[in-house]
């Protein structure tokens, strides 16, 4: 039973943890391709300065956490989320539209982006420099152990108060927008302008006003998505830029434009690096009996080195883009 | 006169596609635009919602100037616009497909839907199917009630029965006659000329972005050189 334990906290609830923020991210990749036909490098970086947008706003109310009993930087996220889309909406206003007004190709755009996430880079560690901090310097992080009543078990279930903050709050986020897309007008307008932006145009719709939300749900997930990630984790400078590659396989394997795909392909995309960094040894050793003798199960056994689980969303991202490029959920061809 | 179109040069950029042509129709009345294939038809229509910048020429709508008006506020003002491909959203249901068409309106607009499930009943059973998976007929209705939901006082519609088996063409055909009875000015784009200039009061028959003629429907059927050139003897 412990071994059973032990890879229900490194896959399922490993899994599940860093599934929720590819999807977070995934999701604000794929609305903002949706809506602008572009692929936006500087997601990553936005959620970075989400994340250091809250480190900000925790150090300035440092009170806030331990009245309401939960971490300052989950308490104050709603101000960071304020900033955020506000920030994000700023980008596009500076950066994007004129590029817009100039009809240029979409590849332009991209390359727009990678100069924005460059400058954000730039500016996260011109103000913040590049040692990692913690959120947890006067509060400390709970650590949940659940006792697994089975007699032969002495593992106990894992789990970090942000890392059930993080899962609440990702289902949250994906309702919420499921609500927004299918149940409000502008949520409508926006699958719509999704779906074809000329017709959007030419029904009366208010493209601008479709864009300006956009760029909103993107900043706001972007700092729900890196604000937890950095309470799980440590914040840094380059906390999100490495998991660029992730959203972005996760974002195309659900077929990208399409945001229950972007959700499928995060969650996809985060069990299959558990499970390939999982050591399989552990689930096999109890059944070492049953083996013939010449058999020797190794020490380790797993598919993928942890150090190397990177290619784990490249092999996802090729694959799919060689046999199925429009994804699982039939998005736009990119 | 409803949409008055004077002396429209237009283009994409290099030669003018349109060089210099007039439509005008009255409220109620049915307009039709035939001619050969590149003549300029869908840019003429285009053109009249402000979808391309002319070089030349001005557009009015009921007497007042809209040359400098942008497609959205051409939508406010009473232009439904249905384009020849792509001219619903695939992945809205037929529903919301209506209410974007609505978007614009601040009223309680479930009695406009209503209307449009009257005036096409097929759609009224696929309300809450995707607009995607309907068969090219009913995505035509869909397109032009879709237009109609914002309740125009000019409609233009690029071909809207290119594809169309017969029984369609003629619900279709069926439906603008209602539609323009009800005092909508219809401005259309065909490739069937014959059955087209059937229906029409007026018609414009384009040739490499000039009018080549303008005349009632009938005298236009009429006419030997029309028949000859564009009606296929
Ligand atoms: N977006 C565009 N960019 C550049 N040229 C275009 C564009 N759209 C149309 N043209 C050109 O303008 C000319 C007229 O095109 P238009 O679509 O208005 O013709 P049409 O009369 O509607 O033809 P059809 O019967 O095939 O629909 C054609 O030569 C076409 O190649
Ligand atoms: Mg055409």
Redesign the pocket.
């Known amino acids: 039973m412990n071994e059973l334990i032990f890879f229900i906290n490194k896959v399922l609830i490993s899994g599940s943890i860093i599934g929720s923020i590819y999807a977070l991210g995934a999701i604000g990749v794929t609305l903002v391709f949706g809506i602008l036909r572009f692929a936006n490098f500087s997601h990553a970086d936005l959620m970075t300065s989400g994340a250091y947008l809250s480190f900000v706003f925790a150090a300035l109310l440092p009170g806030l956490g331990p009245v309401i009993g939960l971490p300052t930087g989950f308490v104050v996220l709603p101000l960071s989320i304020l900033f955020l889309a506000a920030f994000a909406v700023t980008i596009d206003v500076m950066f994007y539209r004129p590029l817009r007004k100039r009809n240029v190709r979409p590849v332009m755009l991209l390359v727009a982006s990678l100069g924005v996430t460059l400058m954000l880079h730039g500016v996260i560690r011109l103000f913040a420099g590049t040692s990692p901090r913690t959120f947890f310097a006067e509060q400390n992080k709970d650590v949940f152990r659940i006792d697994v009543p089975f007699e032969t078990t002495t593992r106990d279930l894992i789990i970090s108060e942000p890392q059930v903050l993080l899962i609440i709050t990702t289902i949250i986020c994906i309702v919420s927008l499921h609500q927004f897309l299918t149940r409000t007008r502008l949520g409508k307008a926006m699958r719509a302008m999704s779906d074809n932006s000329e017709l959007a145009l030419v029904s009366g719709i208010n493209t601008d006003k479709v864009v300006q939300a956009t760029w909103v749900i993107a900043g706001t997930l972007a700092a729900i998505a890196g604000t937890l990630l950095a309470l799980d984790v440590v914040l840094k400078p380059d906390l999100s830029f490495n998991l660029l590659l992730p959203i972005f396989a996760a974002a195309i394997v659900g077929g990208i434009g399409r945001p229950y795909g972007a959700i499928a392909g995060g969650l996809l995309v985060g069990f299959s690096e558990t499970l390939a960094v999982f050591n399989w040894s552990v689930l096999l050793r109890p059944f070492a009996e049953y083996f013939p003798e010449w058999v020797e199960i190794p020490s380790r056994l797993n598919f993928v080195p942890t150090e190397y689980k990177i290619i784990v969303p490249f092999v996802i991202l090729i694959a799919v883009l060689i046999w199925r490029p429009t994804g699982i959920f039939r998005g736009q061809v990119i | 006169m409803l949409i008055n179109a004077i002396n429209l040069v237009a ?4 030669e003018p ?1 349109l060089r210099g042509v007039n439509f005008a129709i009255d409220s109620g009345d049915i307009g039709v635009i035939v ?10 229509l ?1 053109s009249i919602f402000g979808l391309i910048r002319l070089s030349k020429g001005s557009v009015q709508l009921e007497g007042e100037d809209i040359t400098n008006v942008p497609p959205d506020r051409r939508v406010r003002l009473g232009i439904g616009y249905v384009t ?1 491909e792509r001219n619903v959203f695939p992945s809205l249901t037929v529903r919301e497909n209506l209410e974007m068409g609505a978007f614009i309106r601040k009223d309680k607009f479930s009695p406009v839907i209503d209307n449009m499930f009257e005036l096409f009943p097929p759609l009224a059973q696929k309300a809450d199917d995707v607009a995607g998976q309907l068969s090219g007929g009913q995505r035509q209705m869909v397109a032009i009630a879709r237009a109609l939901m914002v309740s125009p006082r000019l409609l233009l519609l ?2 809207p029965t290119v594809g169309l088996s017969p029984a369609f063409v003629s619900e279709i055909v069926d439906r603008i006659l209602t539609i323009a009875r009800s005092g909508v000015g219809v401005l259309i ?1 065909e ?1 069937n000329a014959k059955r087209a200039l059937e229906i029409a009061d007026i018609g414009f028959v ?1 040739a490499s ?1 000039k009018n080549l003629f303008t005349d009632s429907g009938k005298n236009l059927l009429n006419d030997p050189e029309v028949a000859k050139s564009f009606l296929g003897g």
Do not use: R
């Not at chain 2, 283009?11 to 290099?14: E, F, H, L, R, V």
């Not at chain 2, 001619?35 to 300029?40: I, Q, V, Y």
């Open positions: 283009g994409y950029g290099g596609v001619g050969p294939n590149g003549a300029g038809k869908t840019t003429a285009k020849q690029d071909e784009v490739q384009l972005g």
